[in-house]
């Protein structure tokens, strides 16, 4: 069963690279060219969001107990913020399926949900790993963040002569997670309660 739940999370980890940062990126550039408010709305909504799923990683490198709990709600924020919008989703289904781009984004959509949800399966089968992270059963969710962790090492090294190292992930992950969870208060606070679940996209200005 081992070996079954570590290929699980291993392919959702090589998914999640595709349809987590390859796939919405190429979408925003293509909604950019094509002049695709809503769309276009959709997508910095959900890189805004996003932010969280690298945080996890960063806290995953600083050996962070709680970083499994913080990696299932970034995806599932992800998931939620890419359907949430009423007047997106309105906008959406005006479209055929003839047009490639909206067919494009309404199946990452589904996709990314698909991702989260496997995320949360995988995750719930190594209950004890949202409280501790650093037992042997829960290696395979800090594997792949290994990849990342040399990137970041060799930037960080480049930049300031010094290596990334476990505390420096830890604190850089912990203050980047307070700067974020204070924002996301302020909009559940502030914002949602004014505007509601209209992405507000009609008021971008034409390029």
Do not use: H
């Amino acid at each position: 069963m081992i070996p079954i739940n570590e290929f699980s999370a291993w392919i959702t980890f090589q998914l999640s690279s595709i349809f987590i940062v390859g796939v919405p990126l190429s979408i925003l550039i293509w909604s950019i060219k094509k002049r695709n408010k809503a769309i276009e709305k959709l997508l910095i909504t959900y890189w805004k969001v996003s932010i969280l799923f690298f945080i996890s990683l960063i806290l995953f490198i600083g050996d962070v107990d709680f970083s499994l709990l913080i990696l299932i709600i970034s995806t599932s924020l992800m998931t939620i913020c890419v359907w949430l919008w009423t007047d997106i989703n309105r906008e959406l289904k005006g479209y055929k399926l003839t047009n490639a781009l909206v067919t494009t984004t309404k199946t990452w959509r589904w996709t990314l949900t698909f991702i989260s949800i496997s995320f949360l399966v995988n995750s719930v089968q190594n209950f004890s790993c949202f409280n501790s992270i650093s037992s042997s059963e829960c290696l395979r969710w800090s594997q792949p963040s290994e990849n990342l962790s040399q990137i970041i090492n060799q930037l960080f090294n480049f930049l300031f002569g010094a290596n990334f190292t476990e505390p420096i992930a830890k604190f850089i992950g912990l203050f980047a997670l307070l700067i974020y969870m204070l924002g996301l208060f302020q909009w559940l606070i502030i914002k949602l309660p004014r505007s509601g679940r209209n992405s507000g996209f009609s008021n971008y200005v034409e390029y």
